[in-house]
């Protein structure tokens, strides 16, 4: 099963996004008299997307799953920009898919969601192709998880989430070059557990750096948490920002 069926129900409860990433990931070279373009890469139920709109921008998400793509067109809203956020059902691989070279003020890609590329070659041209895309001094922000200190046979867990209706336990395990990400949900009432597995890329932060600047990118900043201003560090979430200068 796919996780993300299992968490959908439950997804901005579980995955919330801080106010404080909107002014993150937004080029603060803009002006009020233009609306700024953000692509959402991994847009999941849109929260997002409705944030961004709220504060002026005009936004496209893309997700692979339909029934996440579905929610977050339901909860669409007008923002102030006077539009809606739209969203494409859309592979991160397929990028640039359509969109218009030099479109994108931003781009966003977070929660983890260049780690579910296949291939090393997929997130380079990810890469290549998010940087096509931006503006002038347009931002790529890359929130992930930094898995370069992991090895071959390492199992860890992360902590239990626990909801009023159901308890979500993640576990992690490092086998035949990639990662496998366990979920189970167990009904509090009912006792019942579904389970489903993801395949990850191993990831780190130097390596995605390196190719983000062979790819014609530049470095703006690396930091911990959009709440939190402090380094990254391996084995943990982080965020990596660079810059389309030419």
Known sequence: MDPYQLLEDHYETLFPCPPETVSSILPQRRTPAKAPTVLDVGCATGELCRMLCDSGCRVVGVDTSESLIVRARQAARVGSAGAKPTFRLLDIAALPAGFASGSMDAIACLGNTIAHLSFVEQVRAFLVAAKGLLAHDGILTLQ???YSERSEGDVWNLPSIELPNHIFER??????????????????????????IQQLLPLGRRRLIE??????????????????DSPAVANGSGIVQFAHSP
Do not use: P, Y
Not at 217 to 222: E, P, Y
């Open 144 to 146: 992930f998880i930094d």
């Open 171 to 196: 576990s992690n395990r490092f086998s035949n070059g990639r990662i496998e990400f366990l979920l189970s949900v167990t009904n509090r009432a009912t006792g019942e557990s579904r389970h489903a």
């Open 211 to 228: 190719w983000a600047s062979a790819s014609g990118l530049s470095l703006l900043r690396t930091f911990a948490a959009f709440d939190d």
